[in-house]
């Protein structure tokens, strides 16, 4: 996202910095050239503290944005010792602020003085607000700008899954962190559930640390055959253009961008009505269908009703696909330009 949000920003005829602790991973390549990249060489985030005040005072730019709880806290602290008067925004994009209380005390304590705060949705909003103790109106809701392109993205990356080349067994697909908060085991169940009655497929996108639990499932579920854990792919959108359905099942979602991503590929979604972006995306089932958390009987017969009823996938192909270009890189950084130059009066 924030890749994104440079990219266009830099377009529009902005001078960006993109600073990084430490410039390496898989989207370095995909940063404009016309993006200067600063390289703050530090083996983690805190780290980059003393590199992060040193460039405010040399550069001394007008806005900063940050993003992702603990990089928000650093810049926070940055501007304080750099004695800067650049104003700093700060994008959170959880209903969570880390893994500890000291997190949430962090957030708490100094979100406060950031010049504007990024909830990513409105659920993200609340949580915050929960949290910090400001009102609703301290927070600018910006959804995150998934597509680049105007168009539905197609992939450029080769594919070869021979399932979903097969068009006689459908094949659900799910993506994201093999992680507790994606609660794939529900999925696993209702897939096993589904199996009973009818063929088809299951192909989940990611790696984490629930790999081995998630297989242990699998094999004790005896559906070993049926279902797919590739790993981390780099472009998943060739996988959700060609599957049946795409399934989000996360406890709690700050956004959803993958659900944005199989609404624009025209691939019919259901996702939990969890805390989070995923029920203001579909817009409480409008463009999709939801179910309860952790209903597994619920996941069941939501895919009984997507995979048997060919008009209601036609009709949530073209719904899907209109409501993704509100989440278009050339949409949302118009929000982000309006706030930019919010912060910046403010400053003067």
Same mark, same amino acid.
């Given at each position: 996202?924030?890749?994104?949000?440079?990219?266009?920003?830099?377009?529009?005829?902005?001078?960006?910095?993109?600073?990084?602790?430490?410039?390496?991973?898989?989207?370095?390549?995909?940063?404009?050239?016309?993006?200067?990249?600063?390289?703050?060489?530090? #083996? +983690?985030?805190?780290?980059?503290?003393?590199?992060?005040?040193?460039? $405010?005072?040399?550069?001394? #730019?007008?806005?900063?944005?940050?993003?992702?709880?603990?990089?928000?806290?650093?810049?926070?602290?940055?501007?304080?010792? *750099?004695?800067?008067?650049? +104003?700093? !925004?700060?994008?959170?994009?959880?209903?969570?602020? =880390?893994?500890?209380?000291?997190?949430?005390?962090?957030?708490?304590?100094?979100?406060?003085?950031?010049?504007?705060?990024?909830?990513?949705?409105?659920?993200?909003?609340?949580?915050?607000?929960?949290?910090? /103790?400001?009102?609703?109106?301290?927070?600018?809701?910006?959804?995150?700008?998934?597509? @680049?392109?105007? @168009?539905?993205?197609?992939?450029?990356?080769?594919?070869?899954?021979?399932?979903?080349? @097969?068009?006689?067994?459908?094949?659900?697909?799910?993506?994201?962190?093999?992680?507790?908060?994606?609660?794939?085991?529900?999925?696993?169940?209702?897939?096993?559930?589904?199996?009973?009655?009818?063929?088809?497929?299951?192909?989940?996108? =990611?790696?984490?640390?629930?790999?081995?639990?998630?297989? *242990?499932?699998?094999? &004790?579920?005896?559906?070993?055959?049926?279902?797919?854990?590739?790993?981390?792919?780099?472009?998943?959108?060739?996988?959700?253009?060609?599957?049946?359905?795409?399934?989000?099942?996360?406890?709690?979602?700050?956004?959803?961008?993958?659900?944005? &991503?199989? $609404? *624009?590929?025209?691939?019919?979604?259901?996702?939990?009505?969890?805390?989070?972006? #995923?029920?203001?995306?579909?817009?409480?089932?409008?463009? =999709?269908?939801?179910?309860?958390? /952790? @209903?597994?009987?619920? $996941?069941?017969?939501?895919?009984?009703?997507?995979?048997?009823?060919?008009?209601?996938? +036609?009709?949530?192909?073209?719904?899907?696909?209109?409501?993704?270009?509100?989440?278009? !890189?050339? +949409?949302?950084?118009?929000?982000?330009?309006?706030?930019?130059?919010?912060?910046?009066?403010?400053?003067?």
């Amino acid at each position: 996202m924030i890749v994104h949000i440079a990219n266009a920003l830099v377009e529009k005829g902005f001078s960006v910095d993109l600073v990084l602790a430490k410039a390496e991973g898989v989207f370095l390549d995909r940063v404009s050239t016309k993006v200067n990249v600063i390289d703050l060489n530090a #083996p +983690r985030v805190l780290f980059s503290l003393p590199g992060l005040v040193r460039y $405010l005072k040399k550069n001394r #730019p007008i806005v900063l944005i940050s993003t992702l709880t603990h990089s928000n806290i650093v810049a926070l602290w940055a501007k304080w010792f *750099a004695c800067v008067n650049t +104003r700093v !925004v700060i994008k959170h994009d959880s209903v969570s602020s =880390g893994s500890s209380a000291l997190w949430d005390y962090l957030v708490k304590y100094f979100y406060p003085y950031a010049d504007a705060i990024v909830a990513v949705s409105k659920g993200v909003a609340r949580y915050l607000a929960q949290v910090t /103790g400001l009102p609703l109106e301290r927070f600018h809701i910006i959804y995150n700008p998934v597509l @680049d392109t105007e @168009d539905t993205m197609g992939s450029t990356e080769s594919f070869k899954h021979p399932w979903l080349l @097969d068009k006689d067994i459908p094949v659900i697909l799910a993506v994201g962190r093999l992680v507790k908060e994606k609660d794939f085991k529900t999925l696993i169940k209702a897939f096993a559930e589904f199996r009973k009655k009818q063929e088809a497929r299951l192909i989940i996108l =990611g790696e984490g640390k629930m790999r081995g639990e998630l297989e *242990a499932l699998i094999k &004790e579920m005896n559906i070993q055959e049926y279902v797919d854990l590739p790993g981390f792919v780099r472009d998943p959108l060739a996988y959700m253009k060609y599957a049946s359905v795409f399934v989000s099942t996360s406890l709690s979602e700050g956004f959803g961008n993958v659900i944005v &991503e199989a $609404l *624009a590929s025209g691939t019919p979604v259901i996702a939990t009505n969890c805390e989070g972006g #995923p029920t203001e995306i579909l817009e409480n089932g409008k463009y =999709g269908l939801l179910v309860s958390v /952790g @209903d597994v009987i619920g $996941l069941c017969n939501a895919l009984k009703k997507v995979l048997n009823d060919n008009e209601l996938r +036609r009709n949530m192909r073209i719904l899907g696909k209109k409501r993704a270009m509100d989440f278009t !890189v050339s +949409r949302i950084i118009e929000d982000y330009i309006e706030l930019i130059s919010l912060v910046s009066l403010n400053g003067r």
